[in-house]
């Protein structure tokens, strides 16, 4: 899908506040991007109409090309889903929805939905705070064992490396590593082997992307676990993780993707990529440094 320097806003509709819009116009503002605007829930009154024409003129007043986007059938999801393959739009930006455990545990939240089928890198923020010269983490799993993991590492920590650039953050690349299993091969069965092979191949991914993060943290644990107690830690402004998403039965029956089950712990906003989605915008990213 081809990118045309474009960002979706998915905005809470009739909110006073509206954190992802915020986010978005920051960084349409650093790449010169479009802003594509629409409500998260159906327009039903006039009233609704007006307000989001207001806030759409807002941001024209302010200085910004914007475009206000219809919904064209029931749900989100498609109407996204449309908007992002219509316009080759490079990033999808929303306003997290609150977990609810009870309710995820019988049907998907749509947060989740959007992290499994959109195909571009999403942005889903979760406080106001600036990233200014705050902590980012990049998540990887630095064992992985198919083409699309190795793929993902390496997108991850290079568009972790530009947005701490250019945000003035510390990065921190952070990888869970399994507990030790008895009945594995030799290599799986002592905890400091374990944890060496991923510190080491956090090292030498590093150095091959000519990236030096300010803390590299490997430590034991499900990743589920391990990556928001870190996060909270270190009062991370952003995480960026890899989502290579189940989707249908199969996804139902496993309980969905890591990056949907550390979405609901996290505090900090999320971005994820995918193996095939986030080569666009990071190039965007790349020739805004070279500028």
Not at 133 to 156: K, V
Not at 217 to 241: F, K, Q
Request: hydrophobic content about 40%.
């Amino acid at each position: 899908m081809p990118f045309n320097n474009k960002l979706l806003i998915v905005l809470t509709s009739g909110a006073q506040k509206q954190p992802a819009l915020e986010r978005g116009r920051l960084i349409a503002k650093r790449l010169g991007a479009t802003l594509h605007l629409m409500a998260d829930k159906k327009p039903e009154t006039v009233e609704h109409d007006e307000w989001l024409q207001a806030v759409a003129q807002t941001q024209i007043d302010d200085g910004l090309d914007v475009v206000v986007d219809q919904w064209q059938s029931a749900d989100l999801l498609p109407n996204v889903l449309g908007i992002l393959k219509k316009h080759g739009c490079g990033l999808l930006i929303k306003f997290s929805d609150q977990s609810n455990p009870l309710a995820e545990a019988f049907f998907t939240p749509r947060d989740w939905k959007l992290l499994r089928y959109a195909p571009c890198p999403v942005l889903m923020v979760k406080q106001q705070e600036s990233w200014e010269g705050r902590a980012l983490i990049a998540a990887i799993d630095a064992d992985p064992d198919d083409q699309d993991h190795h793929l993902l590492n390496q997108q991850i920590i290079r568009m972790s490396a530009q947005i701490a650039e250019l945000s003035g953050s510390n990065l921190h690349l952070v990888s869970a590593f399994p507990a030790p299993m008895q009945s594995a091969d030799a290599h799986s069965q002592l905890r400091e082997q374990i944890q060496h092979r991923y510190q080491q191949n956090c090292e030498a991914l590093c150095q091959q992307l000519d990236c030096q993060p300010d803390q590299i943290e490997v430590a034991e644990g499900p990743p589920e676990t391990m990556i928001p107690a870190y996060s909270r830690s270190v009062s991370a402004a952003l995480v960026i993780m890899g989502t290579v998403a189940r989707k249908g039965l199969r996804g139902a029956l496993l309980g969905g993707n890591t990056a949907e089950a550390i979405l609901a712990q996290l505090r900090a906003d999320v971005l994820t990529l995918n193996p095939r989605g986030s080569d666009e915008i990071l190039d965007i990213l790349l020739q805004q440094q070279e500028d």
